[in-house]
């Protein structure tokens, strides 16, 4: 179709005449309504990243005292476990208060033993650290 005349399509339909490729021979053209058109891209733009944010791991973080009771840790230990479900990571902090600090080696067992709640499923990002007065480990989901 001639240049001519593909305008006078567009014009009657009142929509644009886009130019696909320029360095075809002859150039290749499309009638189109580029209002809607640029509207569906960025729809379709923000689609798209709203998928990627999506499938990013959060880093979820669930601070536990030295002296929490049975109840209280396994409902904590549930919620890790629905956060590493979801793909999140999840960092746990064992925090020592005040005279606590006196007896360290109490927060490696209580480490341990909430590791072990969580199952053989999860993988610990490091290693154990100490800093301040809290203990933290970073895990995730195989």
């Known amino acids: 179709m001639s240049s001519r005349d593909a ?5 009657e339909q009142g929509v644009d005449l886009v130019e696909i490729a320029a360095n075809a021979n002859p150039p290749v053209v499309k009638i189109i309504d580029w209002g ?3 509207y569906q891209k960025m729809k379709e733009e923000a689609r798209n ?15 536990i005292g030295l002296k929490i009771s049975d109840n209280d840790l396994n409902i904590k230990v549930r919620k890790m476990r629905s956060f590493l479900d979801d793909g999140d990571r999840v ?3 064992v ?17 341990n033993r909430i590791l072990g ?3 053989d499923d999860i993988v610990t990002e490091g290693k154990q650290q ?6 933290s480990v970073q895990v995730r989901k195989k």
């Open 91 to 93: 960092k746990i902090i």
């Open 7 to 11: 305008q006078l399509l567009a014009k």
């Open 36 to 38: 809607k058109f640029q």
């Open 117 to 119: 709640l969580l199952g």
């Open 130 to 135: 100490m800093s301040g007065r809290n203990l």
């Open 95 to 111: 925090v020592f208060k005040g005279r606590e600090m006196a007896h360290k080696e109490l927060g490696p067992e209580l480490m």
């Open 49 to 63: 990243r709203k998928k990627a944010r999506e499938k990013q791991s959060e880093l979820k973080q669930m601070k």
